[in-house]
Structure formats: structure tokens, C-alpha cells
């Protein structure tokens, strides 16, 4: 029902900046909230950052002050932008928004994942 164009990762040196986007697609009414999370080998998935369609945004305190979550209703996308990267920052970014897609209540829907990796 809902499909996602995610894309922007890649390796970096610590100290420098990457972008991640992530489009959704399909039968989509609205969304409510979009957000990124992060999963890294053997630990668990950890919220980056949500963005509701109200303004408000959520940081993991390890990332406040470095990333900025942002969206683009008409296109229903959200970016990442992610700075002073650091290699505790490597992992697999997943997009995941909350959304009303016809047919069916508000749900939960994730993306496949872009890896980020932060070495020198």
C-alpha cells in the first residue's frame, strides 16, 4: 500500500554531513507523523528524530544540535540532514511515517533502510 524511495547514505569521515531523504508513495490520505530511526548491529532500534504534521519535533538527545529533521507534504517526504556526524552515528536509517492510506486506519509504515557508516 505504501511504498518509499529512501536514499542519501553512505560512508563519511567523522566530522561531516550527509543527507537522507525518504519519499513515500501509494493510496496515501495523509500522514501524521514522519520520522527517522536507527538500528545498528546488535542494538536496538532507537527513534533519530519525528516531525508531526502539527511542527513539532522529538530528537534523541545524541543527536540534538547535529541533525534537523524537515518534510515536504506535497511530495510526502521527509529529509535528514545530519552534521558533525560521529562513528557512534553508524547504522541503518529507517524512515517510518504514521499515516491514513485509503482503505485502512491510521498505521504504522516503514521504509527498507539506507546505511550510514562514519569512518575515518
Known amino acids: 500500500q505504501v511504498q518509499f524511495v529512501e536514499s542519501g547514505g553512505g560512508l563519511v569521515q567523522p566530522g561531516g554531513s550527509l543527507r537522507l531523504s525518504c519519499a513515500a508513495s501509494?493510496?496515501?490520505?495523509?500522514?501524521?507523523?514522519m520520522g527517522w530511526y536507527r538500528q545498528a548491529p546488535g542494538k536496538q532500534r532507537e527513534l533519530v528524530a519525528m516531525?508531526?504534521?502539527?511542527?513539532?519535533?522529538n530528537y534523541a538527545d545524541s543527536v540534538k544540535g547535529r541533525f534537523a529533521i524537515s518534510r515536504d507534504d506535497a511530495k510526502n517526504t521527509v529529509y535528514l540532514q545530519m552534521n558533525s556526524l560521529k562513528p557512534e552515528d553508524t547504522a541503518a536509517y529507517l524512515c517510518?511515517?504514521?499515516?491514513?492510506?485509503?482503505?485502512?486506519?491510521?498505521?504504522?509504515?516503514w521504509g527498507q533502510g539506507t546505511q550510514v557508516t562514519v569512518s575515518s
Open positions: 516531525l508531526d504534521s502539527g511542527g513539532s519535533t
Open positions: 501509494g493510496s496515501i490520505f495523509s500522514i501524521d507523523v
Open positions: 517510518n511515517i504514521i499515516a491514513r492510506v485509503r482503505g485502512s486506519p491510521l498505521t504504522n509504515y
